[in-house]
């Protein structure tokens, strides 16, 4: 999703959404397709899909309480989860799911932080060098990999 095409639905989004579809949107790979912030009351919950499991390691990383992502719960629980759903409707397929444990302000400032998180690995040369490389067929040869 272009930012010319994220701007067109700002109007349509929670505003407290804004800054981490933003910052999801620019993952390489990766595109929201729903959001909804829980008005206080449900998880603040954000729909994406991603043409490769792959291209999920930033949002991953950036949620990981070990690289800075949210942890007010205990000590080995991230308070962000990403899952995949299974759709009731097949043209769907499956989707991932990005929520948080947390509701209301907790949740908020969380994800502008993971937001935050997000941008910076995006900016990390070592990481994205890691896993932004092309993938190599499944079919070719370890000995085709070292020649090459």
Request: net charge negative.
């Amino acid at each position: 999703m272009t930012d010319k095409e994220f701007l067109l639905l700002l109007p349509q989004m929670d505003v407290e959404c804004v800054l981490l579809c933003r910052a999801i949107n620019h993952m390489p790979g990766v595109e929201t397709t729903e959001s909804c912030c829980g008005h206080g009351e449900r998880p603040f919950t954000v729909w994406l899909k991603a043409a490769r499991l792959r291209d999920l390691a930033v949002l991953a990383r950036a949620i990981d309480r070990r690289y800075g992502g949210p942890s007010t719960q205990m000590p080995l629980w991230n308070d962000w989860i990403l899952s995949v759903e299974a759709s009731d409707f097949p043209e769907k397929g499956v989707s991932l799911l990005l929520f948080s444990r947390m509701m209301g302000k907790a949740a908020y400032e969380q994800a502008d932080r993971i937001a935050e998180n997000i941008e910076y690995w995006l900016r990390h040369p070592a990481f994205m060098a890691l896993y932004v490389t092309p993938y190599l067929p499944v079919s070719q040869s370890t000995e085709e990999i070292n020649e090459t």
